[in-house]
């Protein structure tokens, strides 16, 4: 397994290791002629923007701040030091204490799912069992769901995991109840709570909503998650006011 995540770091960080390695007298010509080419296009801008106006030279401006801010991270990466990007992606795909966080939910649950169809209706249950199992080295955590749902049979699958780029939790969806897969990023709040969101589309409407779910943990022998429907009204002075319809709760109790 670490042989071949080092032969796919080498491939992905090949060209940029090629571009640092380059004759120094080499890369020196190169940069002064970008820089020729920076200049006469920046005589350009200003020729133009003489001709526009203020509302038009401001977003010009923009452009030009976030053209910049892309090449000096350009050169940042051709001068990069070929050992410090390979040990950069290492840091990259090493385990950190979020996957180990998650780890700890490895194991076989029973669960008991309440669920509403609309608000105020009266509650349906529903049970079932979950087997947590490891992916990839701890990487990513794949849940299996066999239970019943209104009578019938019901299966879904789920991995998780924790993303380092994006400094984000995450987990997909799907089941025997739909063709699609949702996908969940969120992190944990002050109350030790892993709160997540996911855009979702009503096949009954076919409008976009935000879907809610608040994972509160129960140690080592299970936890608790409840899903939202979060939606915007707006309230009587005119200001937005946010409302939760709690669509299910889910009681996970360990039995291995």
Do not use: C
């Not at 490895?106 to 947590?132: H, L, Q, R």
């Not at 794949?142 to 939790?169: A, C, P, R, W």
């Not at 030790?192 to 879907?211: D, F, K």
């Amino acid at each position: 397994m670490k042989t071949i995540i080092n032969i796919i770091s080498i491939m992905l960080f090949l060209p940029m290791i090629m571009v640092a390695q380059t004759d120094p007298d080499e890369a020196a010509v190169k940069k002064s002629a970008e820089k020729m080419v920076e200049k006469e296009g920046e005589m350009r801008d200003v020729e133009k923007k003489a001709e526009m106006t203020s509302e038009e030279a401001m977003d010009m401006d923009k452009k030009l701040s976030q053209d910049a801010e892309m090449r000096e991270e350009a050169m940042m990466d051709e001068e990069m030091d070929p050992q410090k990007m390979m040990e950069m992606w290492q840091e990259m795909i090493a385990l950190g204490p979020e996957h180990e966080k998650l780890a700890k939910d490895v194991g076989e649950f029973d669960y008991v799912n309440t669920f509403w169809m609309s608000p105020g209706a009266e509650p349906m249950k529903s049970t079932g069992k979950v087997v947590v199992e490891p992916l990839m080295d701890g990487r990513y955590f794949l849940e299996t769901h066999e239970g019943s749902m209104m009578g019938n049979k019901f299966t879904g699958m789920g991995i998780s995991g924790y993303d380092k780029v994006e400094g984000q939790y995450f987990s997909t969806w799907m089941d025997n109840q739909g063709t699609g897969v949702m996908k969940f990023t969120g992190n944990y709040n002050e109350k030790g709570q892993l709160v997540s969101e996911a855009n979702v589309i009503n096949p009954m409407t076919g409008q976009a909503e935000t879907h809610r779910v608040v994972v509160t943990p129960g140690g080592h022998e299970g936890w608790t998650m409840d899903y939202y429907l979060v939606s915007i009204e707006q309230a009587a002075d005119g200001t937005a006011k946010e409302n939760n319809f709690r669509m299910m709760n889910i009681e996970y109790t360990r039995t291995k």
